[in-house]
C-alpha cells in the first residue's frame, strides 16, 4: 500500500509539472502574441505580475516563469524600480540572424572573403541604443543532421525572437530553403541569389552600379589608365565599361582587357 500511495503520488507530481509547464507555455505565448501585435507598445509599461496572476488564474510561481522566459527572448526588461516594461526594440522588429550551414571555419578561408565581409558588416548592428537593430550570426544550421543547437534556433525563429532571416549561402544549394525555417509566418527570409521564390526574397549584385562605382573611384584618385580582369569577354558586357570609361577620361586598351 504504501508503495502505491508512494507511486500514485510520484505520478501526480509529474502530472502537475506537466501542467505547470504546459500552462506556462500558455502564458509566454499569449503575451508575446500581444507584445508582436502591438497590444502593448515597444517601451510601454507592461502588466505587473498580481495583474497577470488574476488574469490567467495561475500561480505566482508560473507567471514568474514566464516573464523569466520572456525577458531571455528579449521581449520586456525590468527597472530598478522593479516595474516590467516592453523592450523599446523588441526582438521580432529588431534582432535578424545571418544563418550559415557551415561551421565558422567555413568562412574565414582565403577564399571567403566575401563572407567574412558580410560577418564584419553585420557587427556593427550590435543593438545599442546608436543602433538598436542587432544581427545574430548562427553558424551549423544543418537540417541533414539536426542537431541541438538547430533545433533552438527553429525554436527561436517560431517564437519570433528574430524580425526575420538572412541566408548569405544560396538556400536551394545547402537545402535550408526546404527546411522548417522558411515559411515561419511573420518571419520572412531573404537570401543572395538570382530569383525570389514563393518563400525567400532574393537579394542580388546590382553589376551596372558596381561598375559606375568602380569607375567612379579611379577616376576620384586621378587614375587614367585601367586594366580589367573579367571572367567574361563578350562585346556586349565590354561596351559600357569602355564607354563609362572615356566618360570619366579613363583609358582601357583592348589588350589591357584579360578574360579568364
Not at 545571418?98 to 571555419?105: E, G
Not at 573611384?217 to 563609362?244: C, E, T
Request: proline letters at 7%; charged letters at 20%; aromatic letters at 10%.
Amino acid at each position: 500500500m504504501k508503495d502505491g500511495h508512494l507511486s500514485n503520488a510520484k505520478s501526480g507530481m509529474k502530472k502537475s509539472a506537466r501542467n505547470n509547464s504546459v500552462r506556462r507555455k500558455d502564458v509566454v505565448a499569449v503575451l508575446r502574441e500581444e507584445i508582436i501585435r502591438g497590444v502593448y507598445k515597444p517601451g510601454s509599461v507592461f502588466p505587473t505580475r498580481a495583474e497577470l496572476q488574476q488574469r490567467f488564474h495561475t500561480t505566482p510561481v508560473t507567471i514568474q516563469h514566464a516573464m523569466d522566459i520572456l525577458r531571455r527572448d528579449g521581449f520586456v526588461y525590468s527597472s530598478a524600480r522593479r516595474a516590467t516594461y516592453v523592450s523599446p526594440s523588441p526582438p521580432h522588429l529588431f534582432r535578424y540572424a545571418m544563418v550559415f550551414t557551415t561551421p565558422p571555419a567555413s568562412v574565414e578561408q582565403p577564399g571567403a572573403r566575401f563572407f567574412q565581409t558580410l560577418i564584419a558588416v553585420a557587427s556593427a548592428f550590435d543593438g545599442s541604443q546608436r543602433e538598436p537593430r542587432k544581427i545574430v550570426v548562427q553558424f551549423s544550421i544543418e537540417f541533414e543532421k539536426e542537431s541541438h543547437e538547430t533545433r533552438a534556433f527553429l525554436s527561436s525563429a517560431r517564437a519570433h525572437c528574430y524580425a526575420g532571416l538572412i541566408f548569405p549561402q544560396h538556400p536551394y544549394v545547402t537545402g535550408i530553403a526546404d527546411s522548417p525555417l522558411c515559411g515561419i509566418p511573420g518571419v520572412p527570409c531573404a537570401a543572395i541569389m538570382d530569383k525570389p521564390s514563393d518563400r525567400i526574397g532574393a537579394v542580388m549584385l546590382d553589376g551596372d552600379s558596381f561598375i559606375n562605382k568602380a569607375l567612379d573611384f579611379f577616376a576620384g584618385r586621378k587614375r587614367k589608365r585601367l586594366a580589367v580582369i573579367s571572367n567574361i569577354s563578350d562585346p556586349s558586357f565590354q561596351s559600357p565599361i569602355m564607354a563609362g570609361a572615356r566618360h570619366r577620361g579613363l583609358t582601357i586598351k583592348p589588350y589591357w582587357w584579360q578574360a579568364v
